[in-house]
């Protein structure tokens, strides 16, 4: 077939291998792709490789897994017990958060809604410094915002326990570029939802309550819980913003490897951080794993 | 129950909006403070630019932001368009190795990258490139997939051959202006990627442009939050104009046709 | 199941959407176990006139009674009205039988009773076996049969049907409306079918009322309305229409290919020598061979008939259909003359 032939063109121009005797049932449009396998086999398969290389072996070579035991104790097991916490919570708040406000969101069109869509880009992605300096400069103890709730609702948002610094006020901070992540995420389910369904219910009698109950929640539950599992991934795995609040205080899977990393490194945990490392990849697959599990069963319906 | 938009949902969204754009406006407030409560300066605004390391850090941003930009282009944007037209069977195969990237914790790449990278790519600031391309590659594939699919592009590529042209014809004529828009959305987040990525560029001791704001901010901290701010503001706005480029489009197409 | 047919009456009811008019002036009788048909292009208020009376659409003025209860105040869920959508409004978190036993559920039927009349309705619309399968799992008449079964299930006094055929293939959507026929005067259940089909209105309806921007320009059995059509709107919507030019040769005779006809529409404003449009159907006009000057342009063999297209000078063919029998005697680049068998015209002033 003459087109089959054409197509084979790009990979010429690609660098694939090109055309060669077919002595077995090759297929040769695999070649097309060589550039990506290679691209991604040295750029993200080997480094992990690596890492799994290194985290089974102690500095003397010999084949271990204590490496991986430790991640369950002392500093190491404070550290991903923090993750999970922050990550959790983090879920919780900005899933519910984020749902209540698609809801809204979704009805909207127009201009509005370009403009909604394009803040909550702009929002899922602030992290960092930026992001941390922002809140800061609002609600640390001379911020903006402070002063105001101090002078309009006489709320010393100090005088509690309330801290920046500490496990809530991360948590503030992560709800504010998770709660977009979420609108993010969660609007198509929302769009899917066919104005039939509310009629077909009308007519047979049903009532807001009953149509709430019955259909409204069971299909959206699985897209819920499928967008929260990648907030939860999200938040579990952010590392500039958690370097950039931190003050030390609180214990946290990705900062601790980056002090593993950054030139506290002590000979012999060299390859600790590495199993750290192997470990929030595991953590972060598991999620990614029932994510997809859940992604499987909306699209049943 | 209708799905009308009620003042409940204009209540609900105008709340989520203050609650998120306060902390932008305090910290605009916060940034324009001069020192002493001296009342409201702009200041440091100029402070940033005049600081030492602002240019070059600046500088060595952009350069890897362009070379990752350039193999986005090199790399992704031909393979994707292979997958839709010749290897049609691998787009599962390529879909998920091209979103495998996300299940991985970028500070687990970084200790990747320094374990398993030879010295002489970890010596440049360039070995940032092919890392911020991995990073990317689950948006850039997205975007570039769902462009060509709703091109149909297979299509478009037959209806071209039947009617006489070559694949060079075919490439110029009919590939590259339908893949065009989806194709600049992804360099565009490839772009906003590289710049303001951090945790790849400090775990691998680069002196990049947001490494460099972080370390500048021990000095000034109001200077530090002018940066905040300007990055922040200055992303929201290059968003909203690319949210509304379609209509900026329509209007001038609108008055190319009156005239 | 039997279902006691009710009447519906709508009386003078208008619904403008801003400054379009979707129902001027609009009343409607459906006697018991009737199964009325507004057809109509879109926009021409068939639906609005549906959707006011299943209570989604509340803002209208004129009353709508069902059984002589003026049903103003009555809210939508309260109405017992079945109701078939044009699609995707099974609920995708149930299986069929799930889905046919909700309006019971909702009324708190226990769930025995509710099984055992669900399967019942699913026996009714012939899906026995698909009871446990989800919307995704069945094809578009499927679905629809579920929906309908659905509907029924609630033993409602009236059955509306949005448009329920429009989205299926052909095949399906013949003996579909064919089943729905069916079910509808088995059970005797007073019945409004909303479509734009033609052909599928004529097939199932006791009645068929056609509808042009908001207004109900006739209302009759099928048959008179294919035959008499009251205006130029139904006669071309109905059935194929040929517009001949004309011109009048008295204030009610018409002249039109070299024959004087009666005006079946009389008007007082008709004068002599003024240029009309007769509206004649291709089956009356006959065909025969001559050196007329009207050729024969296109020839479409469509089975039992034969549709001749055949030029006589006026901007647009002329279609004739005769039995393919018949046709056979013709070709393309035949000279033909062309008469009508007919007394009378309907006339369209231009």
Redesign the interface.
Known sequence: MVIADELAAPTRLMGGSGSSRPKFKFDKSILGLLPLFLFLGYFLLYPIASIISASIHDNKHHLTFVLYKNLFTGNYREAFIGSFKLAFYSMIVSGILGALICWSVVKTSGVVRTITSSAAGVLANTGGVPLAFMFIAAFGQEGLITKLLLKVFHWDLYGGSFDLYNFWGILLVYCFFQIPLMVIIFTPALENLRVEWIEANESLGGSKLQYFRHVLIPVLLPSFFSACLLLFASAFSAFATAAAMSNGSIPLAPLFIGNLVNGNVIPDQANQGDAMAMGMIIVSLFVIAAYLLLLRVTRKR | MKRQFTWLDKTIIAFAGFFFIAPLIAAAEYSARGYGNKGHTLSNYSWIIHQLGFSPALWTSLRIAAITILIVLVLMVPTVVYVHLGGRKYRRLVEILCLLPIVIPVVSLAIGAQVAMPKSLQSTSYELCFFYVVVAMPYVYRTLDIGLQSVSLSTLVEASHSLGANWIKTLLMVIIPAIRSSTTGALFITFALSLGEYTLAVLLHFHTFPTWATNASQQNIYGSIAISVTTLGGAWILLILVAFLPRIKSLFARKERVA | MDLHGSTVEFRNVKRTFGTVKALDDFSLTIKPGELVTLLGPSGCGKTTALRIL???DKEHEGIVEIDGKDMSQVP????????V?Q????????TAIENVA??L???GVDSHKREARARELLDLVGLSTQADR?P?QLSGGQQQRV?LA??LA?EPSVL?LDEPLSALDAQVRAQLREEIRRIQSTIGISTLFVTHDQEEAMAISDRVGVMNKGVLEQIDEPGKLYNKPRTPFVAGFVGLTNYIPAVMDSKSTVLVLNQVLDVSDHSAEAKKGEEVRALVRPEELQVDKANDGSTVITKSFLGPVTRLGIDVGSPALIYAELTSKEARKFDTGDNVKLSINSDSVMIEYV
Do not use: D, E, H, Q
Not at chain 3, 76 to 83: D, L
């Open positions: 299943a209570g989604i939508a869920n309260k109405r017992n009205i079945g109701m959508f699609a995707y409004s099974l609920f995708p978190n149930m909700y309006g559920r909702v009324r989800r995704t929906a659905r509907a609630i509306l």
